[in-house]
C-alpha cells in the first residue's frame, strides 16, 4: 500500500541528510519511525473501541491524544484520561500470560 506523507520542510530535510548518510530512502526512515509508535496505535484503538463516541466523553479524550499530539506519548495520554483501573492491551497480555505461566509452569528440579 502507498500513502504519501506531507512533511514540513525542516522535517523533510532532516529525513533526507539522514537517509543519505544512512544509505536508507526516506520511506525507510518513515517507515522505521512509524513502526516504532504501531504499538502505541492500538492502544488507542482499543481504547476508543472501548469507550463510545458522546459529549464529552472519553472516546472524545481519546481523539484529542492523536489530534493534539505534542510532546506527551499516547501511552502517557491513555494513562491520564483513562478512568482507574483501565488495563491496556499490553498490561492485559502480560496478566493474561502471568495466569497461564502460573497454572501450568512446571516446577524447577
Same mark, same amino acid.
Given at each position: %500500500? ?7 520542510? #525542516? ?6 541528510? =539522514?537517509? /543519505? +548518510? ?12 512509524? &513502526?516504532?509508535?504501531? &504499538?502505541? %496505535? ?7 473501541? @472501548?469507550? $463510545?463516541?458522546? &459529549?464529552?466523553?472519553?472516546? @472524545? ?7 493534539? !499530539?505534542? *510532546?506527551?506519548?499516547? %501511552?502517557?495520554? =491513555?494513562?491520564?484520561?483513562? $478512568?482507574?483501573? !483501565? /488495563?491496556?492491551? #499490553?498490561?492485559?497480555? @502480560?496478566?493474561? %500470560? ?8 512446571? *516446577? *524447577? +528440579?
Amino acid at each position: %500500500m502507498k500513502t504519501t506523507i506531507t512533511l514540513d520542510r #525542516a522535517t523533510a530535510e532532516l529525513f533526507r541528510r =539522514i537517509a /543519505a +548518510q544512512a544509505n536508507l530512502s526516506i520511506d525507510d526512515i518513515g517507515n522505521r519511525l512509524l &513502526s516504532s509508535h504501531l &504499538s502505541e %496505535m492500538h492502544e488507542l484503538e482499543a481504547f476508543l473501541e @472501548e469507550n $463510545p463516541a458522546g &459529549s464529552d466523553s472519553l472516546h @472524545e479524550r481519546g481523539l484529542n491524544l492523536i489530534q493534539s !499530539y505534542g *510532546p506527551e506519548s499516547i %501511552m502517557d495520554g =491513555i494513562a491520564r484520561v483513562a $478512568p482507574a483501573g !483501565y /488495563a491496556t492491551l #499490553a498490561a492485559r497480555f @502480560e496478566r493474561e %500470560m502471568n495466569e497461564v505461566i502460573g497454572t501450568t509452569a512446571t *516446577p *524447577p +528440579q
